[in-house]
C-alpha cells in the first residue's frame, strides 16, 4: 500500500458512502490504479538489489513469500556499475514478495 493509493481508496469511500458513485465504479478505479501502477513500476524502474543476512524464518501463504532476515546489508546496484550499500545492524526485517501476475 503506497499513501496515494491508502487517499485515493479513502476518497473513493467517501464518494460511496455520499451515494456520488456507484461502488462498482470506485472498485474499477481502484483497479486500474493498481494496474497503472505497476505497469509504470515495472517499465520505469531499472535499479536492482540484492541482500544478504541470515535468513531466520520464512513462509509462503495465498501467493506471498514472507522472509524474515536478521543483520541484512542490502545492496543497490545503478546503471553506472557503482554500488550504495546499506547495512541493517543488529535488528531483523521482513521482506515481503508477491506474484504480480495474479
Known sequence: NTTLGQSLQEALEELIQAQQIDP?????ILLQFDKTINAALANRLRTKMSFKGHLRTYRFCDSVWTLVVENGEFREVGNDSRATIKTVNDSNFALLTSDTHL
Open 24 to 28: 462498482d465504479l470506485g472498485l474499477n
